[in-house]
T-cell receptor
């Protein structure tokens, strides 16, 4: 993706908390998305942040700092089914929703 | 189920050939997007159509073309196929074409070029 950076891989254990970070280019900002993608399946929408702060949705929360070009996805009470890729994305001028390369999260028991 | 339908699910073909991938957006959605996903490149934006017109272009090769028909379904045509075109191709749709709209993805077409 265009200047969207996130770690390639992360590992965690069941019941733990994990934070997946994302940095992006701030010019022309129009909101920050997080998608979840299980191997071989379609990406599915998790969250959208357009204002600074934390948005909580069940076990998942997403945070945004527009001035820092920074977001994170927080996953609590991890379950095995949370093993997936997590994609950070934003709209960039003249194009469409542009995705980072994704963070592959492996949850072990 | 996202409501976005893609066919076929799998496609196996040879180098030099041409294939057509089809996408039907969610009912009421006017905007269709095509993405290519390979292991090393992640999810790459190819092209967007809105209500029949091309709206935005990404990293789409000249060998690839797309269109959106009056009934709003879309087709992605890939020609002179190369081994490197093997990938998962996703279609997504949204209601309009506004920044800030979430996209709904189809289940993808897995293309294998042998």
């Amino acid at each position: 993706g265009q200047n969207i950076d996130q770690p390639t891989e992360m590992t965690a254990t069941e019941g733990a908390i994990v934070q997946i970070n994302c940095t992006y280019q701030t010019s022309g900002f129009n909101g920050l998305f997080w998608y979840q993608q299980h191997a071989g399946e379609a990406p599915t929408f998790l969250s959208y942040n357009v204002l600074d702060g934390l948005e909580e949705k069940g076990r998942f929360s997403s945070f945004l700092s527009r001035s820092k070009g920074y977001s994170y996805l927080l996953l609590k009470e991890l379950q095995m089914k949370d093993s997936a890729s997590y994609l950070c994305a934003n709209y960039q001028a003249g194009t469409a929703l542009i995705f980072g390369k994704g963070t592959t999260l492996s949850v072990s028991s | 189920d996202s409501g976005v339908t893609q066919t076929p699910k799998h496609l196996i073909t040879a180098t030099g050939q041409r294939v057509t991938l089809r996408c039907s957006p969610r009912s009421g959605d006017l905007s269709v997007y095509w993405y290519q996903q390979s292991l090393d490149q992640g999810l790459q934006f190819l092209i967007q159509y809105y209500n029949g017109e091309e709206r935005a272009k990404g990293n789409i090769l000249e060998r690839f073309s797309a269109q959106q028909f009056p009934d709003l379904h879309s087709e992605l045509n890939l020609s002179s196929l190369e081994l490197g075109d093997s990938a998962l191709y996703f279609c997504a749709s949204s209601a309009r074409a506004l920044g800030g709209e979430k996209l709904f993805f189809g289940s993808g077409t897995q293309l294998s070029v042998l």
